[in-house]
Nanobody, 125 residues
Framework: QVQLVESGGGLVQAGGSLRLSCAGS????????MAWFRQAPGKEREFVAG????????YYRDSVEGRFTISRDNAKKMVYLQMNSLKPEDTAVYYC??????????????????WGQGTQVTVST
């Protein structure tokens, strides 16, 4: 079992930066692809970024490409989302998730079944 806890959310002005952290637990954490999702009020949860189990491949939704960077440190069982040039439309609750299958690539279509509690990101104009 992989258990996840997000942190690092907060209030930031447009153009600013935040780094979200996801602390994982479980013996096999390093073998699972990880992803960040977000959900704004009244909207469906959407894929933001994903990372291969080894960190060798990443995926991003188009709207964050070039602004966000997902990374992981398997030795520390941590996943990060560095968010730069934030926009008001980035405002959402951000969730960390792990793939149900080991050795995944972190693609948007993977089956993510383990979720953290979420951390709020608010970007003001």
């Amino acid at each position: 079992q992989v258990q996840l806890v997000e942190s690092g959310g907060g209030l930031v002005q447009a153009g600013g930066s935040l780094r979200l952290s996801c602390a994982g637990s479980g013996q096999s954490f390093s073998r699972y692809a990880m992803a960040w999702f977000r959900q704004a009020p009244g909207k469906e949860r959407e894929f933001v970024a994903g990372i291969m189990w080894s960190g060798g491949r990443t995926y991003y939704r188009d709207s964050v490409e070039g602004r966000f960077t997902i990374s992981r440190d398997n030795a520390k069982k941590m996943v990060y989302l560095q968010m730069n040039s934030l926009k008001p439309e980035d405002t959402a609750v951000y969730y960390c998730a792990s793939d149900v299958f080991a050795n995944g690539l972190g693609s948007p279509t993977a089956r993510y079944t383990n979720w953290g509690q979420g951390t709020q990101v608010t970007v003001s104009t």
